[in-house]
């Protein structure tokens, strides 16, 4: 089973691209991240024999679930607090997996409310998620976590240093849910190497000279980790013109 993960940066603005890398990747799961709009092409992925979920909010956020698989939506928002209205989760179950898709907040600038709202989104999301690891069921938890765990993960730590994805507080946050029992796909295959981003700034030719970080992530219950296979990062969307400044991550379960 293959499921691929992609902050597409406006799905009206990135349909030809969604479209176009399905066709070739054919992935049997696709988390969508920052929809920015309130109208989704369901029908468009129906007719590339994809059933879609999404949760939509008018010209910001948005995430949505295709699959090739019937989907058994569980939820449409995290738990914690009823006055969230951020379309920012989406859980469900695909072939007996729990598929949770999240953006996280980005949290900019620090100090703000914003920055605060970061920090009890990842609170609840840690709440939900060792509750998850004590029943049964498998959980792969994808998306755009705006966190930059490790000083590896970004081409030049002291550019980020004032940035809430660098901040010591998120960081700690992430690795709370790692201890939880989760697993990092892509660091689990690749616990030392460096230069490997999902997002690079549209300015100054960053991704030309691969200035990026990697805030993408796929985190795995136990079960799911003893069938992981690979995690890889498509760098080719991101390359192709008018893109968005995030590329897919696709892990792969035997």
């Given at each position: 089973m293959e499921i691929a993960s992609w902050n597409v940066n406006s799905i009206r603005a990135r349909l030809d691209h969604v479209t176009a890398w399905l066709k070739a990747r054919n992935p049997d799961v696709l988390l969508l991240q920052e929809l920015k709009g309130t109208e989704f092409p369901a029908?468009?992925?129906?007719?590339?024999?994809?059933?879609?979920?999404?949760?939509?909010?008018?010209?910001?956020?948005?995430?949505?679930?295709?699959?090739?698989?019937?989907?058994?939506?569980?939820?449409?928002?995290?738990?914690?607090?009823?006055?969230?209205?951020?379309?920012?989760?989406?859980?469900?179950?695909?072939?007996?997996?729990?598929?949770?898709?999240?953006?996280?907040?980005?949290?900019?600038?620090?100090?703000?409310?914003?920055?605060?709202?970061?920090l009890a989104w990842m609170d609840r999301l840690n709440k939900a998620m060792s509750d998850w690891i004590r029943n049964k069921i498998p959980v792969v938890i994808g998306g755009d976590f705006n966190?930059?765990?490790?000083?590896?993960?970004?081409?030049?730590?002291?550019?980020?240093?004032?940035?809430?994805?660098?901040?010591?507080?998120?960081?700690?946050?992430?690795?709370?849910?790692?201890?939880?029992?989760?697993?990092?796909?892509?660091?689990?295959l690749y616990p030392h190497e460096g230069g490997h981003f999902t997002f690079w700034d549209y300015f100054r030719q960053a991704f030309e000279h691969n200035r990026g970080i990697r805030i993408d992530h796929f985190l795995l219950s136990p079960r799911l980790t003893e069938r992981l296979e690979s995690c890889e990062i498509d760098m080719h969307p991101r390359a192709q013109a008018k893109p968005s400044d995030h590329t897919p991550i696709i892990v792969k379960f035997r």
């Open positions: 029908q468009v992925f129906k007719d590339l024999g994809y059933e879609s979920v999404a949760v939509t909010q008018k010209a910001y956020n948005g995430v949505a679930i295709l699959s090739r698989y019937p989907i058994e939506t569980m939820s449409t928002a995290l738990a914690g607090d009823e006055a969230d209205s951020h379309a920012r989760y989406l859980d469900v179950t695909i072939l007996g997996i729990r598929v949770v898709n999240i953006y996280l907040p980005n949290g900019n600038p620090v100090g703000s409310d914003k920055f605060a709202y970061k966190v930059i765990p490790e000083d590896i993960d970004c081409h030049k730590p002291s550019s980020w240093m004032r940035d809430a994805l660098f901040q010591p507080e998120p960081r700690a946050r992430y690795r709370a849910l790692l201890n939880l029992g989760y697993t990092d796909a892509f660091r689990s």
